[in-house]
């Protein structure tokens, strides 16, 4: 299973609403999780099941799409959001990440 | 606390071997599968494999098979991840990290929850 992500980096301020495509192919349904890595650390799991919230992550974070399209939504960026986020599907075991997108804050 | 830790940071020569560790603490070790992450320098996530401290279950990725080895003890709530004989592509930061289970209606959904602080390793003559 192939996932790709979109764009690859983007810059925003801090206030913005950002949002992180991700496609999968072929069709993964919901099982599709988001990671954040900022810079210097170990990756964090931030949604998982394509929209639930992992337990302590800020609510501004939010996740949709099933199948094929999902997006992570950032309703109001944060300076501390500075990170790269990932993609993956769960559809199997060794599930594939997509190639991160890097996001800056401008 | 759920943590996983790592072993440090090695620096070999290519040829040699290598084993690195990941020892689990704070949950049912045997219960939860860990697996390894490759991270390139700049670069993304790869998954190297995964194994299930309980059985012992082990799958690998299609770029790793033959490469590596997995491994756990049960007995110290360690698990790890081997080369026999390094090459300078293997040098690379190295995470493992633990497979959580989210029972979301009537599925099961799968993230990795826990991640150990990383193993740098750097193989250069």
């Known amino acids: 299973i192939q996932m790709t992500q979109s764009p690859s980096s983007l810059s925003a301020f801090v206030g913005d609403r950002v949002t992180i495509a991700c496609r999968a192919s072929?069709?993964?349904?919901?099982?599709l999780n988001w990671y954040q890595q900022k810079p210097g650390k170990a990756p964090n799991l931030l949604i998982y099941?394509?929209?639930n919230l992992q337990s302590g992550v800020p609510s501004r974070f939010n996740g949709s799409g099933s199948g094929t399209d999902f997006t992570l939504t950032i309703s109001s960026l944060q300076p501390e959001d500075l990170a790269t986020y990932y993609c993956?599907?769960?559809?199997?075991?060794?599930?594939?990440f997509g190639q991160g997108t890097r996001l800056e804050i401008k | 606390e759920v943590q996983l830790v790592q072993s440090g940071a090695e620096v070999k020569k290519p040829g040699e071997s290598l084993k690195i560790s990941c020892k689990a603490s704070g949950y049912s070790f045997s219960t939860y599968w860990i697996g390894w992450v490759r991270q390139m320098p700049g670069k993304g996530l790869e998954w190297m494999g995964i194994?299930?401290?309980?059985?012992?279950?082990?799958r690998y990725s299609p770029s790793s098979e033959g490469q590596v080895t997995i491994s756990a003890d049960k007995s110290i709530s360690t698990a790890y991840l081997q080369w026999n004989s390094l090459k300078a592509s293997d040098s690379a930061l190295y995470y493992c990290?633990?497979?959580?289970?989210?029972?979301?209606?009537?599925?099961?959904?799968?993230?990795?929850?826990?991640w150990g602080h990383g193993t740098t390793v750097t193989v250069s003559s």
């Open positions: 194994i299930h401290p309980g059985d012992s279950d082990i």
């Open positions: 993956q599907q769960t559809y199997s075991v060794l599930g594939t």
């Open positions: 072929p069709s993964v349904s919901n099982f």
């Open positions: 990290a633990r497979r959580g289970r989210y029972n979301y209606g009537d599925l099961s959904y799968y993230g990795l929850d826990v």
């Open positions: 099941a394509a929209s």
